[in-house]
């Protein structure tokens, strides 16, 4: 289980599901043979950690708990148990998740906000918990924060993919739960700690990261402004996900560019473990994880 230090916070991952997926599931020009000669040529950091022999991407699924010692803030919630899915692989989980955020120490009703990116299926999942037949909110006493263009987005053109708003957004909102913020909200900002959203628009049309300041250091959790670290490499590359394609590339290139300082911890939400790396420029346009 990994876990970063940011001054007086700890970041914690509590990993869904890790492990190789095919390229071209995420990226349309991402082949075995172009990976494969991308790792073995003008990125080989992204080798043995992001890309296999195979020329697979290595990726994971993952809730990252911020413990600030007042407060207990889960960042996006994955894909959850006894949900209908498109992806067959995503489809109907029994994955103990919420027993392994206990053993991190931090069981579901200890938490006090919850953090979604954006909502697309692989993080509202844990929002909710099937109890008696019923969607009922997986952490009861927490207050769900939903930045108010990316819900109203959804909610006005529904899913696709499955039935993701009735069963992993509406019945929190229905519990009165939810609140509805904007994209640079401050979710706390404390003496000893600041975390806050940094409006990453082009995946989802309100995608946010999520900033955490403490002790003169600083680290940010990228969401889904990129899927790999492939993407340092060839920040170009678009997710087949992104609502505005154009708009991802420009908000990764200025993200990269802002933090290729050496100074900020980049933890990716889907980067395989070791997950969290300084963005280092290497070229003009190019970047690289360095871990």
Known sequence: MLRWTIGDVTITSVVEIEGPAPGKFIFAEAT?????????????????????ERGMLLTKIQALVIDTGSRRIVVDTCLGNDKERAVPNWSQLQLPFLDDLADAGYPAESIDTVVCTHLHVDHVGWNTKLVDGRWVPTFPNARYLF?????EYWKGTGYSDGPILE????????????????????????????????????????????????????????????????????????????????AGRATRRAFLDRHADGETLVIGTHFATPTAGRVVAVGEGAWKLEV
């Open 167 to 246: 069963d992993s957004i509406t019945p929190v909102v229905e519990a009165g739960l939810v609140d509805l913020v904007a994209p640079d909200h401050v979710v706390l900002d404390e003496a000893s700690a600041r975390v806050s959203f940094d409006p990453t628009f082009g995946h989802t049309p309100a995608h946010v990261s999520v900033v955490i300041e403490s002790g003169g250091s600083k680290a940010v959790i990228s969401g889904d402004l990129m899927h790999h670290p492939v993407q340092m490499a060839l920040p170009d590359w678009a997710s087949r996900f992104d609502y505005d394609a154009d």
């Open 32 to 52: 075995s043979e172009r990976l494969d000669a991308l790792a073995s040529g003008p990125a080989p950091w992204l080798r043995p950690h992001f890309v296999d």
């Open 147 to 151: 930045v108010e263009g990316e819900y």
